[in-house]
Each structure stands twice: as C-alpha cells, then as structure tokens.
C-alpha cells in the first residue's frame, strides 16, 4: 500500500507573523498618509491654478509628483487587501506574489523619484523630493523578499492543499 503524505499545514506565528503585521502597519500607515496629499488633488481651486502657464511648471511638477505617490500609496494599499486574502485562505501563491509586490513597489518608487528629479531639472527649480517612501520600499524589499522566499515556517504554511 502506498501512501503519499500531504504535508500538513502550520500555523501563522512566530516570525511568519511579526512580518504579516509589519505589512498589514505599513498598509495602515500609507493608507492614513494617503489623506493629505488626495485632498490636495481635489482641490478644484489649486488644480485651476497648476493648469495655468504663468506657474512655469513648478506646480504642475508638485501635482505629478503627489499623483505618483498617490498612485502607489493605492498600490500598497490594494496589494495588502489582496495579500490578506491570499494569507487567509493560506494560498500557495501568497509568497511568489508578496516578493512580486515588495520589488514592484521598489520599481515604482524607483521611477517617480527618477521621474520627480528630471522633471526639477527641467523647470529649473530646485524642489525638494521626498525619499522616505523609497527607503521604506528598499528596507521592506530587503527584509521581506528572502525571508518569504527562503523561510521554512512560510514554506510549510502555505502549501498547495
């Protein structure tokens, strides 16, 4: 009689449970500085004046350079919704596609800054960008991607059922 064994599922703890937490406060706290910046966006006021060509594009660089982040602030957020399901049915999938997020993030915040600093260039006027977002991404990528790939409580949890 021959018997295959189907390997059993773990439970969610130890390290495998500290990382979901980090991620699910990392989606929290995008998600609570997402606030400032789409109400900016939707100020009809300020967009009728980004429009206009006497700004010499120093508006219209500010307004690109907060949609980008808008754009992936959303990403994140969406990803971590998606990612939650993907943990709660322990889908073989989640660790493929959480090192997927992680390096698309890092990509993503990659061009805006490369983006936010050529289109400064151009105009001509020195303006600040923010690289807090690109480390979080680089620090999270970096922590995150071997652990999900090379785990062995993450390996034994989500297994194809």
Known sequence: MN???K??????????????ICLAAWALSTAVALRDPLKLMLEWE???VFIRPETHGWYRTVIAMVGCDVMIG????????????????RSARFPVQVQAWLLAIVVMRTIAYLLGD???RTIGIDIAIP???FIQAVVAAALGIPYF?????????????
């Open 118 to 120: 050529h289109m400064t």
């Open 149 to 161: 790939r090379l785990s062995r409580r993450v390996q034994q949890t989500f297994v194809a059922a």
């Open 3 to 5: 018997t295959t064994s």
């Open 7 to 20: 390997p059993e599922r773990r439970r969610i703890g130890g390290w495998l449970l500290l990382a979901l």
């Open 74 to 89: 959303s990403f994140i957020v969406a990803g971590t919704g998606w990612l939650a399901l993907l943990v709660r049915h």
């Open 131 to 133: 690289i807090d977002g």
């Open 46 to 48: 300020l967009l009728a």
